[in-house]
């Protein structure tokens, strides 16, 4: 079964790496890796194959940034060559970025099947590219891996056959499980000068928080408060370097002393920053998941998540932008009463043995 199996942008990374090694030790399925450009810096991609022993792409198509409809358009024309030219016998995406739903809708109109790894997830909220990217590649994949019960539910209510839906656990968590220890010797506390578990980790890059000024001023309006608390490690997404300084708040960034500001990370050296941390304030989706199972609580910058689990029994908080409620969360942390808490038992680091075995004969 010749498998093109899909990367484009840096949450893709840690989900595809499992997956390649566990096909591996299966001779009848026979991947090859396409990465699209939709990330494209050094420390947003490259440094992932290095640091998680991802082999090189066979196959890179360089479509780089654009508007929605500009960057999923030129991954489709440029995906549609390589799976007529690969005659592949499935597509593999991963996630819910741009180049998983552009690779899915070419694979679904060549009438090739399609399956989706972490199918299932909804934040039910159609304002965040990412749920559409969910809504519509669930729609049309043929074999749904999820990494909840919740998952599956959430398919079957939209009409998806109970066959194509497979509860295998988080890929994401394979990769953690693998790096932790790694992850908790690397040297990014001495580079920074830090301490296990005194200081706050944070990312920020959602367009809703970054891209609208005031939603922007009223995050790092707490984060000026939380820093004169603790330090805050904040490695810092492209996107948002970007906002800061078309609004002009390089000079308030600048006047927090315990604000730490630097360049993105590779995998090993943000987990050592992660596995170390006293809290984590983010945004992002897979690090709720990845605190949750790591016990450390975590103030998730959103109104709502597609990771519910996360906050029912893990150490997952919702937050939004709201100044006051994010500084409130951030004391009780400081003050020693955090959320401890649990997460699914299928998330045992063997996410993608299950998926390899299903797929092949
Ligand atoms: C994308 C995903 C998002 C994911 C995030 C992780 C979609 C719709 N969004 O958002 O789900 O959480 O990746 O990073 O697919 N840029 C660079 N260098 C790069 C890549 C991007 O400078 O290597 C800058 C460009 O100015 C670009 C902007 O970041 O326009 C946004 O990149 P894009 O891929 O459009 O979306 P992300 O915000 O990264």
Same mark, same amino acid.
């Given at each position: 079964m010749k498998i093109a199996c899909i990367v484009g942008a840096r949450p893709n990374f840690m989900k595809i790496a499992p997956l390649l090694e566990a096909m591996s *030790?299966?001779?009848d399925l026979d991947p090859i890796l396409v990465h699209t450009g939709q990330h494209y810096d050094y420390e947003m991609s490259q440094i992932f194959f290095e640091d998680l022993d991802?082999?090189?792409?066979? #196959?890179?198509?360089?479509? $780089? &940034? $654009?508007s929605h409809a500009v960057q999923t358009g030129k991954i489709m024309m440029a995906f549609e060559e390589v799976v007529m030219e690969h005659k592949s016998d499935l597509v593999m995406v991963v996630g819910d970025v741009n180049s998983t739903l552009a690779c899915t809708l070419v694979g679904a109109k060549l009438l090739i099947p399609v399956a989706h790894v972490?199918? $299932? #997830?909804? &934040?039910?909220?159609?304002?965040?590219p990412e749920e559409i990217n969910r809504i519509l590649t669930d729609a049309v994949s043929d074999y749904l891996f999820t990494p909840t019960k919740e998952a599956n539910d959430n398919l079957k209510k939209e009409g #998806?056959?109970?066959?194509?839906i497979f509860l295998v656990g988080d890929v994401m968590i394979d990769t953690l499980l693998k790096y932790k220890e790694e992850a908790l010797s690397s040297d990014i506390l001495n580079e920074l000068d830090l301490k296990k578990h005194s200081y706050a980790l944070m990312t920020l890059h959602r367009p809703f928080n970054v891209d609208v000024k005031a939603n922007l001023v009223s995050i790092l309006n707490a984060v000026m408060e939380i820093q004169r608390r603790t330090k805050i490690i904040f490695p810092t997404h492209p996107r948002t370097k970007a906002r800061v300084e078309e609004f002009g708040l390089s000079d308030m960034i600048s006047s927090m002393e315990n604000l730490v500001m630097i360049e993105p990370l590779g995998y090993l050296r943000f987990m050592g920053l992660m596995v170390n941390s006293k809290f984590v304030l983010t945004d992002s989706g897979g690090m709720q998941t990845e605190t949750a199972v790591l016990d450390i609580p975590c103030l998730t910058?959103? *109104?709502?998540? *597609?990771?519910n689990e996360t906050t029912q029994a893990g150490t997952n908080t919702l937050v939004g932008n709201n100044t006051q409620l994010i500084v409130e969360e951030s004391m009780k942390i400081l003050d020693g009463n955090g959320k401890t808490g649990s997460y699914p038992? #299928?998330?045992? $680091?063997?996410a993608a043995q299950r998926i390899a075995e299903t797929l092949s004969v």
């Open positions: *030790e299966y001779p991802i082999p090189e792409p066979d #196959i890179y198509l360089r479509v $780089g &940034s $654009g972490e199918a $299932g #997830i909804r &934040s039910f909220d159609r304002t965040m #998806i056959p109970e066959e194509k910058m959103r *109104e709502n998540t *597609e990771r038992e #299928i998330w045992d $680091g063997r």
